[in-house]
C-alpha cells in the first residue's frame, strides 16, 4: 500500500492533467498547479498570453515563440496575488524545461512532482542541482 503523501501526489497530478484540458494548444497539452500546506494557492495550462489569440502553433504546426508554458503561468498568476510559493509544491503534468526550471528555483518552490518525461532532461537536472526534490510519478488515466 502506498503511503498518504505518494496518494495524494497522484491525486494533486491527476487534476493537473484535468487542467491541461483547458489549453489550446494541439501539439502538447499541458497543466500546473502549485499547492502549499495542502492547498491549491495557483494553477495554469500552456497557452498564448492575455489577449491574444488562442492559437498556439503556426502553419507549420510549430509552437509560436510567445507561447506560455503552464509552469510559468502559474508561478506568474502568484505573482498578481497576496501570496507566495515558498516552500511549496509544483505538481505538472511534463517535466520542466530548463526556463521554467529557473522561475521554479526562483519563486522558492521546494518540490516538483510530475507525470511525463520530457525527451530533454536539462530542466530536471538544474532543479536538482538546486536542491529541489524532483519526483516522476506515472498517472492512471
Known sequence: MEDKKTELDKRYLRMATIWSENSYCERRKVGALIVKDKMIISDGYNGTPTGFENVCEDENNVSKPYVLHAEANAITKIARSNNNSDGATLYVTDSPCI???????????????????????????LLKRAGIEVSHLAVED
Do not use: M, N, T
Not at 529557473?102 to 518525461?117: N, P, S, T
Open 99 to 125: 526556463e521554467c526550471s529557473k522561475l521554479i528555483i526562483q519563486a522558492g518552490i521546494k518540490r516538483v512532482i510530475y507525470a511525463r518525461e520530457y525527451r530533454l532532461s536539462d530542466g530536471i537536472d
